[in-house]
Each structure stands twice: as C-alpha cells, then as structure tokens.
C-alpha cells in the first residue's frame, strides 16, 4: 500500500512536470496546426478568390450557404483548401465559410460518458475476476481532437478497456475489492496523460462492479462463516472464564459469613415460586443424612 502510494505520487509529479513542460509543446504544436504561413499557392487562391466572387454574384441566396451557427456547447473547425483556418476552433453563434473552398467539423464540447465493457481480469494472485467501470471524459482542444486522431470517442473507449485491464493485473484480488478509489484515480491519471495529445480531458474514472467466480464466492463465505464461528467460540470461552472467576468470588464471601448462605438460599426459593409455584426445594445438610445413614 505504501509503495503503491508513492509510485502514484511519483506519477502525479511527473505528469505535472510533463503539463508544465508541454504547455509550450501543446501552444506550438496547435500554432502549428493553425499557421496560416504555409502559402497555399497562386492556385489556392486563384479559388479563393473565384470562392468570393460567385458568393458576391449570388447574393443574397449565397448567404444562406455561407453562413453558419454552432450551439453553446459546440465549437466548429473550418478548413480552408484543406488547411486549418487561422484563429482554430468557431463559435459559439455565427460564423462566416465560403461556399466551395471551405469546410468545417462541429465538436462537441460536452463531457462524454461511456461504459466499460466487463473485462477478464486475471489478477496479481491468480485469480479471475470480471470488472467493468464507468469513464467521464469531455474534448479540451477541439482543434487537437480533429487534427490528431480518426475518431477521439473510439480511441478513448478502447484505450480506457486496455488501461483497466494493465492496471487491475498489477494488483491482487484483496487490492481490487478494497482500494477501488486508488485503482479508480491511477487509471485516470494514466488516460488523461495519453489523451492529451488527443485534446481530450478524462475528468473522472469509476470503477462499478467486481463480479467474482461462483467457486470463488462460496469459498471466501465458507471462510468468513468459520471465522465468525471462531470468534463466537472465544468470546463464548472468555464469558465462561469470567463467570467461574465471580462464582469464585462469591464463594468466599459466603464462605466468610455464613449467614449468606441463608440469605441466598432464602433468594432461591422465591425466585423458583415466582417462575414454577409447583417445585419447591429444601436442601438438606449432609451432616443430617449422615446420621440417618448410621442408624
């Protein structure tokens, strides 16, 4: 446990480091993406140019084709001639295309929730288990979203599969049934570090469920069951000690006062006539049947 603490505090220091390090990486890498520098050649902006012109003898139906709205929630990539267009992501509200040149993606920006498919687990001690858990995640970058891979939604639900399958085979089955929180912030530290070149932000990893083999089941109850039984028998033992040490005490008391001994006798039989009113007991001295056995 001590070590796993550690190795994860080793890892939150160096995905710091690593976002410290790569914030420049990312705003060179997305200047990159956006850097209208690239001349797009005579060609290029012969259509461009030829773009504008059908929109100005169009008019007003061009306006309609030019024009364009994206939701709160979403941002629009534009390509022109195939090249980001300067400024990255759109939107929210209006935004302006021209009609053969350009194109645009919407992104949405919403945080996305999938779950995991019950994954075979085989575990640090041998054991199988089935896991499946639950991955929150939501585009940061629309640009990098775009930009960088095919389908950001797939990759992350594929990669978060892989991810919970090395993670839980690091650990025991112990582990995995008592420190799911742990297992839950390792495995979104270790998605959100491959995600970001994505633009993806994981905000949060649940672990739901741990469904263990029949076998398996019935062996760790047959176990709890012989504990709790183990226990049943000492404290049941310990009550038994306790008991014959107050009967020794009291033994000596009596001992000391032989009145007592008439006083509780006395107790006896009212506690027997207020339970059973038809058994009443008389003890009798053993120096009495003594002397009827003589005679």
Aim: with cysteine.
């Amino acid at each position: 446990m001590h070590s796993d603490s550690e190795a994860l505090a080793m890892r939150e220091s160096k995905r710091r480091e690593r976002q410290d390090g790569s914030s420049g990486h990312d705003i060179h890498e997305i200047e990159a993406l956006e850097n209208p520098d690239t001349d797009i050649g005579l060609c290029g902006w012969l259509l461009v140019g030829m773009s504008l012109l059908l929109m100005v003898v169009t008019l007003p139906l061009s306006i309609w084709m030019c024009i364009k709205i994206v939701k709160e929630y979403e941002r629009a990539i534009i390509f022109r001639l195939g090249r980001i267009l300067r400024g990255g992501a759109k939107g929210p509200g209006l935004f302006f295309i021209l009609p053969c040149t350009d194109s645009f993606i919407n992104v949405d920006m919403r945080t996305i929730t999938f779950d995991i498919p019950p994954q075979e687990v085989l575990t640090k001690d041998s054991v199988t288990v089935s896991v499946d858990g639950v991955v929150y995640y939501r585009v940061q970058n629309a640009t990098l979203a775009v930009a960088n891979i095919t389908n950001a939604d797939a990759a992350t639900r594929l990669l978060a599969q892989t991810t919970l399958r090395n993670v839980l085979g690091t650990k025991n089955l112990a582990e995995i049934l008592s420190d799911r929180e742990e297992i839950a912030h390792s495995m979104q530290s270790t998605l959100d570090d491959a995600t970001d070149d994505w633009g993806i932000k994981v905000e949060r990893v649940e672990i739901k469920d741990v469904k263990l083999p029949l076998q398996l089941q019935r062996a760790m109850a047959a176990e709890a069951e012989a504990s709790r039984e183990a226990r049943a028998k000492v404290i049941a033992a310990e009550g038994e000690m306790n008991a014959s040490r107050a009967l020794k005490e009291a033994s000596l008391v009596i001992a000391e006062s032989p009145s007592a001994l008439q006083l509780r006798y006395l107790q006896t039989l009212n506690t027997i006539a207020a339970e059973k009113n038809s058994t009443i007991i008389f003890p009798l001295p053993l120096e009495m049947m003594q002397g009827f056995i003589k005679h």
